[in-house]
């Protein structure tokens, strides 16, 4: 009876043994973070100076304003109870995504506070863009914010797939894999205290 405990044991371990080996890595490189701050950096659009004089009227259903200056002008930002709004200033009438040219230039802007890691925009298609050094961008315009992923950003999340049993695209599979797996660590855990109470014994 005891051989056949210690050959589940051992066939247990052999199952964890990929999971085991994936968590202890990613866990050292989450431990470490290298390269963390350009994976994660906080891009933003690059503030300018606004004109004097400019009159805002708050209407009653509106939360939070905040008026910004970028390269392409003053935008009025609008936080209400529904999605948030991005007008023009005087007018306070929603502005519209800008052209090709435009988003270039705001683009631009926002990444020429880093060149090493950013380099130069190459292509753009909507509100997303990728540049030269191969880092994609996204801009919610309605917000007026910016992501980026580079190549160690889509790495590190990778990581963090493996670390957690993401491995399968489905969420309701890779939910079923994470339990199993600890299903099996608790195995392996018991079988090994009834091996080694039985040695004690």
Not at 93 to 102: F, K, Y
Request: proline share 6%; aromatic share 8%.
């Amino acid at each position: 009876m005891s051989i056949n405990t210690r050959k589940l044991h051992r066939l247990l371990g052999l199952l964890l043994l990929l999971p085991l080996f994936g968590w202890a890595l990613t866990g050292a490189v989450f431990f470490i973070k290298p390269g963390y701050q350009g994976a994660y950096e906080q891009l933003a659009v690059k503030a300018r100076p606004l004109a004097d004089g400019m009159e805002i009227r708050p209407e009653p259903h509106w939360r939070q304003v905040r008026l910004v200056g970028t390269v392409l002008g003053a935008h009025l930002l609008v936080t209400t109870e529904g999605p948030p709004l991005h007008l023009q200033p005087g007018s306070q009438q929603p502005l519209p995504l800008p052209d090709e040219a435009g988003l270039w230039r705001l683009l631009q802007d926002a990444i020429s506070v880093n060149p090493t890691r950013y380099g130069d925009i190459v292509a753009l298609e909507g509100a997303r863009a990728r540049t030269s050094t191969g880092v994609s961008l996204h801009l919610d315009w309605n917000t007026l914010t910016l992501r980026q992923q580079g190549w160690d950003t889509r790495l590190i999340n990778g990581l963090y797939r493996v670390h957690y049993l993401q491995w399968l695209p489905s969420a309701g599979a890779n939910r079923m894999l994470g339990l199993a797996g600890l299903a099996l660590l608790l195995a392996m855990a018991l079988v090994g205290f009834r091996l080694c109470f039985r040695k004690r014994s």
